[in-house]
């Protein structure tokens, strides 16, 4: 049985024209110890996946759709009870690391408070842990008595890291942990993260825009567009052999510093509107290899090899034949 | 209609290429506003160090760094949106350093700046007609409406946005990043300028849509005959589109060179550590291992020595106390380190 199992998600955010459905039957596993990269431009409803596994959403629902932790189903919990499920065994590092602390505490205090509302130990343990935990992060453990506007963006994220593991979790979710930072810092945070998954066996869902940096970090990459997936599948056949022309067009939008006048191609176009969605493929408008098939039906996610699943019309005809 | 050159003068002077911008020793302190203590001095930060460069007409100049470096104060210098603290700018030949409020309004009309933030840049009430028109009510240029909202349109047209009457009644969250940042495009150039400051033009917008800005901005070039001074921190983005790039690290350039030349012989530990940073195109598992901990620092009293030397592999006893010059390694390839100690020469 997989740690985690996502089936038919779907989330929809409440707004005057309608709502607006930003994952819609997203589905997908993941095991003990395994990476899995959530990869596609903004809106496509990468974030809304990882907030609905937190029970995160504001500002609409999940309607449908099962989230299977274990035996436990987390959209059937009781808020009450689904709060000991978050932190203590998913647990999310997110985005604005300036944002998500607190200024006016320090950054000790605010690892312990995360250690003591979830378990039962004395403020001496939390405080030893919290020390322990920012030098898991290669901080300096001197610095708990620090506020947030006294370290640097770098290792402001190094410490959301220190309390997303603060309670042991099974799986971390990182949402764009990398973005904000600066291209060396970014490295450096990124190594500390996949040691730290590799070392301490844990789950990681990494939610990123930049596809070459999943590439380096998950061992699975699911590529999303328009709140539905369009392919998955292990990161090496992603990237040598794309088969959702998505996919393609993504992958040749990624800069190639060492091919001389090489330059990125665009993707013309724009996600389509997700209050009225196309009736039939998503990605069809922007499509140049689509059929007129692909405009009124949708494409069932269909695994092609094992572990490897495209929702692509073409695709799936070319092999049946 | 068409709109006539800012100064009488302007079209004579252009013609010694060489010295199309010309920057020499130019430096910006901030001050901070504690003191070391009471009675103590004043203390600054020195966000650009004794800067010096020169960019030829029509070409695309990049200047790429970290947060924190000083390449927007660097930027915001040139355009005089910051005085410089000392130094001085050269534009076409005239010392534009100390230009009065009065004469840089003129010279605007030559020199325009692209801002980073495509939301942040564009007043949220005010409709696009009035966004895109902004410059050319403060310079004065049109007597009557109808010229103006032709301009416009062609403003538009010329970046590829629909000009009908309802997008000019559009206000900036109507649209997506990708055509906010046209529309920032369209203001920069309504005046005709020749020579534009792009401040990490593309860096907030999707990978999908800066090929596409990216694109424009280069098909403008082109069509325009612009000059472009471009800031970015994305190395790969500074190759595709630089003819020359310049690599800044704590308020001063370390190395200088042709866009192939820094990308496939980087001299300096630093840009090598820049390109190593960048996500290789095929996944690999080793990748930045190799990367050295250690972020940007920034000065008030600047320590003797290489400003890099406390990251630097290679840093040795004259790197922590004497200062590097910027030195010309081979045809036009500048570094400044104590490694490269001579024209074709590299200390290992």
Redesign the interface.
């Known amino acids: 049985m997989p740690l985690l199992e996502v089936t038919d998600l779907r989330t929809h955010y409440y707004t005057e024209a309608g709502p607006v459905k930003a994952a819609d039957g997203v589905s997908f596993t993941l095991e003990k110890g395994e990476s899995i990269g959530i990869a596609g431009?903004?809106g496509c409803g990468k974030t809304t996946v990882a907030m609905s596994l937190m029970r995160l959403i504001k500002g609409g629902a999940v309607v449908g759709g099962k989230i299977m932790l274990g035996d436990l189903s987390l959209l059937d919990m009781e808020m009450d009870e689904f709060r000991k499920v978050r932190w203590e065994r998913i647990s999310l590092i997110s985005q604005a690391a300036m944002g998500a602390l607190n200024p006016v505490y320090t950054i000790g205090s605010q690892i312990v408070e995360a250690i003591r509302t979830h378990q039962q130990c004395s403020k001496k343990e939390a405080w030893d842990r919290a020390r322990g935990l920012l030098s898991q992060v290669?901080v300096d453990p001197s610095r708990v008595k620090n506020f947030p506007h006294e370290l640097?963006?770098?290792m402001r994220q190094r410490v959301m890291i220190a309390m997303a593991l603060a309670c042991d979790p099974d799986i971390v979710i990182a949402d764009e942990p990398t973005t904000a930072l600066?291209?060396?810092?970014?490295?450096?945070v990124?190594?500390l993260l996949i040691d730290l998954q590799k070392r301490l066996d844990l789950a990681l869902i990494y939610i990123s825009?930049?596809?070459?940096?999943l590439?380096?970090a998950c061992d699975k990459i699911i590529i999303m567009y328009a709140g539905k997936i369009v392919e998955m599948g292990p990161?090496?056949k992603i990237?040598?052999e794309p088969k959702h022309p998505y996919t393609q067009?993504?992958?040749g939008?990624?800069?190639?510093?060492?091919a001389?006048g090489?330059?990125?191609?665009?993707?013309?176009g724009?996600p389509p509107d997700l209050i009225d969605p196309p009736k039939g493929c998503r990605f069809w408008p922007r499509c140049t290899t689509g059929e007129a098939i692909c405009e009124t039906e949708e494409p069932a996610l269909v695994e092609i090899e094992p572990g490897r699943f495209v929702a692509c019309r073409q695709l799936n005809k070319a092999i049946n034949e | 209609m068409g709109i006539a050159p800012a100064t009488d003068d302007g079209s004579t002077k252009v013609q010694d290429q060489h010295a199309y911008f010309k920057v020499n020793n130019l430096r910006k302190l901030f001050p901070l506003n504690k003191r070391g203590q009471f009675w103590g001095k004043r203390q600054y930060i020195h966000a650009v160090d004794d800067v010096s460069f020169e960019i030829k007409k029509g070409m695309t100049y990049g200047v790429v760094g970290e947060s924190g470096c000083g390449k927007t104060t660097l930027a915001r210098t040139m355009m005089h949106l910051e005085e410089p603290t000392s130094g001085e700018m050269l534009f076409k030949g005239d010392d534009i350093t100390k230009f009065n409020r009065k004469q840089m309004t003129s010279l605007r009309r030559q020199m325009q700046m692209v801002f980073q933030d495509p939301y942040g840049s564009l007043n949220p009430v005010r409709t696009i007609h009035n966004i895109v028109a902004e410059p050319v009510r403060v310079h004065s240029i049109f007597d009557n409406k109808r010229d103006e909202i032709d301009k416009v349109r062609e403003m538009l047209e010329v970046v590829g946005l629909p000009s009908d009457n309802q997008t000019l009644e559009k206000r900036p969250n109507e649209f997506s990043g990708g055509e906010r940042q046209r529309i920032g495009i369209a203001r920069s150039l309504i005046l005709e300028p020749e020579f534009i400051v792009a401040d990490e033009p593309v860096s907030m917008l999707d990978a999908s849509v800066r090929a596409d800005i990216i694109s424009l901005m280069r098909r403008l070039k082109q069509e325009r005959d612009l000059t472009y001074f471009f800031i970015t921190h994305e190395f790969g983005m500074a190759r595709a589109i630089c003819d020359r790039i310049a690599v800044m690290y704590a308020g001063r350039l370390v190395e200088v060179a042709n866009a192939a030349a820094i990308v496939d012989h980087p001299l300096h530990p630093y840009t090598q550590l820049l390109i190593d940073a960048i996500p290789p195109l095929i996944p690999d598992e080793n990748w930045g291992k190799t990367i050295p901990e250690g972020e940007v620092p920034y000065f008030t009293v600047p320590p003797p020595g290489c400003r890099f030397n406390p990251r630097c592999y290679k840093a040795d006893e004259l790197c922590r106390s004497e200062m590097p010059e910027l030195i010309d390694y081979r045809n036009g390839h500048y570094v400044s380190c104590h490694h490269v100690s001579g024209p074709g020469q590299i200390k290992k």
């Open positions: 431009e903004s290669k640097s963006g770098g600066d291209v060396v810092t970014q490295v450096q990124l190594r825009h930049e596809l070459s940096v590439g380096q990161t090496a990237f040598s067009k993504l992958l939008s990624l800069m190639d510093i060492h001389a090489a330059f990125p191609e665009s993707i013309p724009q």
